[in-house]
C-alpha cells in the first residue's frame, strides 16, 4: 500500500517536471553582452623618438629595468604585506561564494528536511466536547499524539534564463574582482617605485644643499676675515650669514619630506612608521633609467590594463542584470512539493499507509506591477549604458596617462641635459667669484649671487633627474605591469586561509585556481 502510494506520488511529479521542462525549453531574455568599442589610436604621439619603443613592452617585472635591489626588495615586502592588496584578495574569496550562490539557484531553490512530535489535548467547554453529555465524555479520549517526517522542496524553473544570467552576472563579477586586486597590485608597484625615488631624490637635494653649506660657510669666514682686515665693510659679513642661514634652513624642510615620504612608504610595506635605512639601503642615488623605454601600442592597454577590464566586466555583469529584470515581465513555472510519512506512534511511520505529501506545479505572473517593473529594466539599461561609457572613459584614460608619462620621461631627459650644463657653469662661476673676492677684485654682491644661482641649478637638477624616473615610473605603472607578481599565488595569504579555515569549512574556495579573466 505504501509503495503504491508512494510510486503514484512520483508518477505526478514526472508529469509535472516534464511539463515544466518543455517549457523551460524558451530563450533567455535580455541582451547577450559584446565587448563595446572603444576609440584608440594606432600609435603613440612619440612613436618616431628614439628612445621609444613600440616593437615590445616591459611591464612584468618593470622595475628591474633600474637595476636597484632595495626597489625589488621594497616591491617584494609590498606585495607580501600591503593591507589594501589584502582586502582586494578577500574580495576575490567573496565573489568566489557569491557565484557559488548564483550557480546554486538554477537547482531547487527551496529544499528542507522536517519532522516533529504534534500533542493535543481537547478542552471539554469548547465545542464539539461541550456538546456532549457527562457520561458520553468519560469514554472519550481527549489528546492525541502524530509523529511526522518529510521532505519539502521547491524549484522555479529558469524558463527565461533569469537564473543563468545571474550566474553570468556573479561570474562577470568574480572576473571584476580578480582585475580588481591586480589593479591594486598595479597601483601598489608605481606607488612603491614612486616613493622610492623621492627619498632618493630628497637625498640628492640634501646633499647639494649640504655642499651648499660647506661652501658657504668659506665664503663667510673669508668675509670675516677681511672685515676684521678693514678690506671690507660687516655687509659683506651679513650676506655671507643671510645665505648661510638661509641654504642651511633647507635641510630640516627636506628632512621633514623625507620623514613624511618614509611614513608613506611604511603604510604601504603594510607596517607602522619605521627606520626604513635597512630597507632603503644606503647608497643614496637616483636610479638610473634606459636608454628607451618599450611601450608597445595603444591597443595593448585594452588587453593589460587590469583597471580597463575590470571595467568591462562590470559592464558584463550589468549587462546580465538587464536580463534578470527583463524575466519578472514573463510568469515564472513552480513546482513545489513535499513527502513524508506520519503516524500516531513512532513506530506507525513505518507502516504501509502512512505515506503523505504532495505535489503541486504552479504559476505566477505579476501582471499588475508591470509599470514597476518596466522600469526597474529601464534602470538597469541605463545603468548598463553607464558601465559602458565608463569602461570607454578607463581606456581612454588609460592611453592618456601613458601618454603623459612618456612625454615627461622624453622632456625631463633634455631639461636634465641643459640643467648639467647649467651647473657646470653655476659651479665654475662660483669658484671664479670666491677667488676674485678673496683677492679684491670684485665685491661680495657677486659671491652671493653666484652662490645662489648654485644651489638653485643643483636642486634644480636633482629635482630633474628625479622627475625623469618618476615619469617613467608613471608610464610602467599606466602600461598595466605589475600584477604578474601574483601569478601562481593565491589571492589570500597563507596564514589567513589558515585562520579563515579554522573559522569558517571554504572547502576548495580559498585555494581554487583560477584562470587569468
Partial sequence: MQSTGMQTLFKISAVALAGIFLVAGCKTVGPDFEKPEVPVADTWLDAENEKVDTSSVVYQDWWEVFNDPALTSLIDTAYQQNLSLQVAGLRVMEARAQLGIATGLKYPQSQSVGGGYAYTRSSV???PLSNLPDEVLQGVDRTNGAWSASFDAAWE??????????????????????LNYDAVLVTLT??????????????????????????????????????????????????????????????????????????????????????????????????????????????????????????????AAQSAAIGISQADLYPSFVLAGSIGVAGSSFSDQFDSGATTGFFTPFFKWNIFNYGRIKNNVRVQDARFEQAITSYQNAALAAAKEVQDGLQGFLRTQEQVGYLHSAVTASGRAADLALVQYREGATDYTRVLNTQTSLLQQQDALASARGQVVSNLVATYKALGGGWQLRQDDNFVRPDTID???ERTDWGELLTAPEENP
Fill in 125 to 127: 467547554n469548547a465545542p
Fill in 190 to 315: 608605481g606607488d612603491v617605485a614612486a616613493l622610492y625615488t623621492t627619498i632618493r631624490t630628497l637625498d640628492e637635494r640634501l646633499a647639494f644643499a649640504r655642499s651648499n653649506v660647506d661652501l658657504q660657510r668659506q665664503a663667510l669666514d673669508l668675509a670675516n676675515t677681511r672685515f676684521k682686515l678693514g678690506a671690507t665693510s660687516e655687509l659683506d659679513v651679513q650676506q655671507a650669514r643671510g645665505l648661510l642661514y638661509n641654504t642651511e634652513a633647507l635641510i630640516p624642510a627636506f628632512e621633514l619630506s623625507m620623514d613624511r615620504t618614509q611614513n608613506t612608504l611604511s603604510f604601504l610595506l603594510g607596517m607602522p612608521p619605521s627606520d626604513l635605512e635597512s630597507l632603503l639601503g644606503a647608497s643614496g642615488k637616483i636610479p638610473g633609467v634606459p636608454e628607451s623605454v618599450a611601450v608597445g601600442i595603444p591597443a595593448d592597454l585594452l588587453r593589460r590594463r587590469p583597471d580597463v577590464r575590470a571595467a568591462e566586466m562590470a559592464a
Fill in 157 to 178: 524553473a529558469d524558463v527565461w534564463g533569469k537564473f543563468r544570467r545571474g550566474v553570468e552576472a556573479a561570474d562577470a563579477t568574480l572576473a571584476a574582482s580578480m
Fill in 499 to 501: 585562520l579563515m579555515q
